[in-house]
């Protein structure tokens, strides 16, 4: 079985910063690409980042410059780091690892449950 516990999420004034992190636990050999992704009520889940295990990124356009993806592959994290929060930003956000467990024959993409962003005017 392969986890994904975010957290950090928050109640924030716009312009603050949050940082959120993701640990996978489980019976991991690897992990490929981790994300976030969030969703605002009303609309669907968008991508917000992604990072490859070699470090290569993508960021939706409406947060370059301001949010950062980094992760630790030995401890199997990936954070967030979310500056100038606008209140378009709040949203509940979830991440993503493809994972290839050590009882799978291969790649699965989890999720995590999620945690609330909220960025107040």
């Known amino acids: 079985q392969v986890q994904l516990v975010e957290s950090g999420g928050d109640l924030v004034q716009a312009g603050g910063s949050l940082r959120l992190s993701c640990a996978a636990s489980?019976?991991?050999?690897?992990?490929?690409?981790m994300g976030w992704y969030r969703q605002a009520p009303g609309k669907q889940r968008e991508l917000v980042v992604t990072?490859?295990?070699?470090?290569?990124?993508n960021y939706a356009d409406s947060v370059k410059g301001r949010f950062t993806i980094s992760r630790d592959n030995a401890k199997n994290t990936v954070y967030m780091q979310m500056n100038s929060l606008k209140p378009e930003d709040t949203a509940v956000y979830y991440c993503?690892?493809?994972?290839?467990?050590?009882?799978?024959?291969?790649?699965?993409?989890?999720w995590g449950q999620g945690t609330q962003v909220t960025v107040s005017s």
């Open positions: 993503n690892a493809e994972v290839l467990a050590h009882w799978s024959r291969g790649w699965n993409l989890y």
């Open positions: 489980g019976s991991i050999l690897s992990i490929n690409t």
């Open positions: 990072i490859t295990s070699g470090g290569n990124t």
